[in-house]
């Protein structure tokens, strides 16, 4: 009994915690110089801000980056096995991947979305499944995008337009910066299933059957991307090259 009341006693005895004001700099708990997130960071990943409102009218722009050290993406055995994961992940629960670009260190995806969500969940599913099969290629662990990805809504006809030139022809206009002048589409994209060009054949995307399981992009189903861009021209693969330059196939 007397221990209890002792114990008792000194509980009681205790100082009570104390809210400390801001001004209290150096002190635990109140401002400290150098705390927070770094100074810059954002320059280099993509803020945790609210992403921008998508709808089914809308189409997404999403770049999605891997950390450095890491093999180019654009050689045969990455290459492929990032377009089996577009094939299995092309069109689930409210998403749609449209058109992509593989460059060497980051992807490109058009894509379509019902709702933010399905967007989130759509990518977070190809970059998850992206990462574990090329680090099981790589035998290699840990992280592989370098960050959340980055998305951009587009909600008019000529946007639209830019946006598909933009990601087809990615690898042309990287080439044009060297002088030189990529011929015909790039075969590390969707261009082969794109039927917009003004100067090159392309296959027609089949819709269904066993066929349509076999490609790595699902037909658009947004009024944008299926006729609102092609009010702005078609698409020619020149429109990236230099106006004297090397030809390169």
């Known amino acids: 009994m007397a221990n209890r009341q002792t114990t008792t006693r000194k509980r009681r005895g205790r100082a009570q915690p104390r809210q400390l004001l801001l001004r209290a700099r150096g002190k635990r708990g109140g401002y400290r110089a150098g705390a927070g997130r770094p100074s810059g ?6 803020p945790h801000v609210p992403r921008p409102a998508v709808t089914r009218h809308n189409a997404v722009h999403v770049t999605l980056r891997v950390v450095e050290g890491v093999p180019s993406l654009r050689r045969h055995r990455p290459a492929e096995l990032v377009e089996n994961v577009f094939r299995a992940e092309r069109q689930s629960k409210g998403f749609r991947l449209v058109h992509y670009a593989i460059r060497s260190n980051h992807l490109h995806l058009v894509c379509e979305a019902d709702e933010q969500q399905a967007l989130s ?12 099969g090329l680090n099981c ?21 000529r946007q639209a337009r830019n946006l598909l030139a933009y990601v087809l022809l990615n690898e042309h206009k990287d080439r044009a910066v060297q002088g030189v002048r990529l011929g015909g589409i790039d075969r590390y994209s969707s261009g082969v299933f794109f039927d ?9 995307l089949p819709r269904d059957g066993p066929a349509a399981e076999q490609t790595p992009v699902t037909a658009p189903e947004s009024w944008l991307l299926r006729v609102g861009w092609r009010r702005h021209g078609l698409v020619r693969t020149t429109e990236k090259a230099p106006k004297t330059a090397t030809v390169v196939r």
């Open 41 to 46: 960071r954002s320059g280099h990943y993509v």
């Open 196 to 204: 917009g060009w003004a100067d090159s054949y392309a296959r027609s």
């Open 137 to 157: 290629l790589l035998g290699r662990r840990g992280r592989y995008f370098r960050d959340r990805f980055h998305c951009c809504v587009v909600r008019s006809p």
């Open 121 to 132: 969940r759509g990518v977070q599913r190809l970059a998850s499944r992206i990462a574990r």
